[in-house]
T-cell receptor, first 112, second 116 residues
């Protein structure tokens, strides 16, 4: 799986947009970008994924650069409950079970 | 409610004892996974299973064993051979994806194991 690089931590004011970057310069053509988050002492939660087009769901938006070497997860209106560690993962979009390789992620702290 | 359950939430054991962590899912998922997480670190894969009666080693399988006798259950045994067993253990499952474009993994709440 391609390696990802994320900032260790970020702060965001409540109500503002949180923009979490991820570098994945060695991503290959068949690898998707996935984002998960983990609230303290809980299991990770899926947020969003994409290949090359920008994606949006009820939780977040995912912006992938044209060369696919980096992406940004956007939480449009961060709340205190969005405080968590956010993991960016790249892996093939396979039809069989495959592992998710988690790095250390970005610790997002949302403040009042 | 559909989901993944892990029990217990906290578990304490003496050094040298084997301990089995429970993971049950009622999502009808084919694949199940065990991850270990140490403080300030990401998750590392221990074992995974794609179908009943079959499982594969992950990145850190030494000192662990699993079984998959039923689709809904994937217990993990931490043996005395595991040198540093104290950690947060997470179980996950995902549906079979043939004909489907992707396989989101759903995680349980985790079991925090402390070996004294």
């Amino acid at each position: 799986d391609a390696k990802t690089t994320q900032p260790t931590s970020m702060d965001c004011a409540e109500g503002r947009a949180a923009n979490l970057p991820c570098n994945h310069s060695t991503i290959s053509g068949n690898e998707y970008v996935y984002w998960y988050r983990q609230i303290h002492s809980q299991g990770p939660q899926y947020i969003i994924h994409g290949l090359k087009n920008n994606e949006t769901n009820e939780m977040a938006s995912l912006i992938i650069t044209e060369d696919r070497k980096s992406s940004t997860l956007i939480l449009p209106h961060a709340t205190l409950r969005d405080t968590a560690v956010y993991y960016c993962i790249v892996r093939p979009h396979t039809g069989t079970a495959s592992k998710l390789t988690f790095g250390t992620g970005t610790r997002l702290q949302v403040t009042l | 409610d559909g989901g993944i359950t892990q029990s217990p939430k906290y578990l304490f054991r003496k050094e040298g004892q084997n301990v089995t962590l429970s993971c049950e899912q009622n999502l009808n998922h084919d694949a199940m996974y065990w991850y270990r997480q140490d403080p300030g670190q990401g998750l590392r894969l221990i074992y995974y299973s794609q179908i009943v009666n079959d499982f594969q080693k992950g990145d850190i399988a030494e000192g662990y064993s699993v079984s998959r006798e039923k689709k809904e259950s994937f217990p993990l045994t931490v043996t005395s051979a595991q040198k540093n067993p104290t950690a947060f253990y997470l179980c996950a499952s995902s549906p079979r994806t043939s004909g489907s474009p992707w396989n989101e993994q759903f995680f349980g709440p985790g079991t925090r194991l402390t070996v004294l």
